[in-house]
């Protein structure tokens, strides 16, 4: 091969290199939506058949919801209660200072229980329960066991999948309902304690509710649902996808975090843009 | 007992995955019919395993057709062919059990999904089998909890809860026949006379030529290629 001929070919290739090194993150990534996509629209239509909702599905939906909602319960209350001390008094106080308690409601609806609380409950589940699908999916993918679900007769989508994504996403949603009312509790009293507050509880409470429209009432319980839906969605994906990187935790545990994180950002902002 | 009735497992020309991609491959035939008790000597576990999963319709054959209670599994739609696979009992040669199951839970799993029969009623087979297979009763705790030879007790007690159509042993005492032998042969016989069909899978010589099993027949694999021994009396 000539000089010529040796320095001609990758220069014909350099376009090509380029278009493949844009292409493929993209090709990725699209490939990864559409899996998402399919999995998620096969989750919905699966819990519309009663047939799949035999015993060993119920049970794992059940054991799930106890792990994702009551298992979280505790850091939910705690988180809210500090929240409530945060934000919740800060608010009071500062409203009360500026003279613009009016807006006291409008300012917590916006902020505390369309924004934050779906948001912080999303990340605390991802960390309390996300990451217990991806370890025990991930196990299961990756060890001999898919083959024993499969050699029992039972569908790892159905016995694994499923439960797991809807019972993340009924927990997400009373978890965040459980989040507001303590954290506007915990902050009411603590700006009572110290003398910020100059209202009453079903004032204070009743200025919230008002200032709480349709949209509100829309919005919170379908960002909540699309939340823990999608994190369950995520990290089942990310799990079982292929055994090979199922094998490998360190990189399991961390991709289907940040993964599931993004999700959870996604959704609170494309819910919030729409609603 | 054996050689009448409908064929539970039919193997026809059937060209297993025995060897890497393009190893010896040769077509195998093979009936299992209602009651018949099948001995090979598979010569690895490896083997034996690609035989059992292409038995019960989880890897798919190279050549031929494999066919369960009258159905081709290449035929079956997927949710048909996991309802068929719930009428077959089990045994693995590694111990599986889904860890964040209970021993309980994973024993009965495979019953409590396919069928609609009262769990009590099965929690209480399990423990007769249980008891039989030399444990106090079913375990209760975590799979991780039992000792080895404990784990494999339960996995008899797993493939052969309900009444299976077709039992799949692979290696199922493994190392174990002194203990569980007679527990076992007594059990896969009462199997039987339901009408299942029993296919053994051993990579121990010297237990398939062991008179005290009861096999219908004995084959060997040799290079792939079944070879039957003479015929034995069940």
Known sequence: MTSAAGEATPRRRTPLRLLATVGRPVLIFAHWLLLLAGLGAAVVLEATRLPNWRRTVRAEFHRALALAGVGSLPTVLIAGVLLGLAMVYQALYWLEVAGQTDLLGSVLVIVLVREVAPLLVGLIVIGRFGSVILLELGRIRAGPQYHLLRGLGIDPFLFLVLPRTLALALAVFCLTVLFVVVALLSGYFTGSLLGAVQIGLWDFLDRVLRAMGPDTYLLVPLKTLMIGFAVGLVCAATALRSAAAAVDMTRLLPTGYVRSVLACLVFTGAVSMVL | ?234
């Open chain 2, 1 to 234: 007992m054996s050689g009448e009735g409908l064929s539970v497992l039919a193997l026809d020309s059937a060209r297993f995955p025995l060897e890497q991609e393009g190893g010896l491959c040769p077509p195998m035939d093979l009936v299992l019919r209602r009651g018949d008790f099948v001995l090979i000597e598979v010569g690895t576990a490896e083997r034996g395993t690609a035989i059992a999963d292409a038995c019960a319709g989880l890897s798919p054959l190279r050549g031929g057709t494999a066919t369960f209670q009258g159905r081709a599994w290449s035929a079956m739609a997927p949710a048909y062919a996991d309802a068929m696979r719930g009428r077959i009992g089990r045994t693995y040669v590694a111990e599986v059990w889904l860890e964040h199951l209970s021993v309980r839970d994973n024993v009965l799993l495979g019953q409590l999904h396919h069928t609609r029969s009262d769990a009590a009623a099965l929690t209480e087979q399990a423990a007769r089998l249980a008891r039989r297979f030399g444990l106090p009763g079913l375990p209760l705790g975590y799979p991780r909890d039992l000792p080895w030879e404990d784990e494999r007790r339960a996995a008899l007690v797993r493939a052969l809860i309900g009444e299976p159509a077709l039992l799949l042993l692979e290696s199922p005492t493994r190392g174990s026949f002194a203990e569980l032998g007679e527990a076992l042969i007594n059990a896969v016989g009462q199997a039987r006379d339901r009408g299942a069909a029993v296919l053994w899978l051993t990579t121990n010589a010297n237990l398939w030529a062991d008179a005290s099993l009861p096999a219908t027949r004995r084959y060997r694999l040799v290079g792939g290629v079944l070879v039957a021994a003479r015929r034995m009396a069940a």
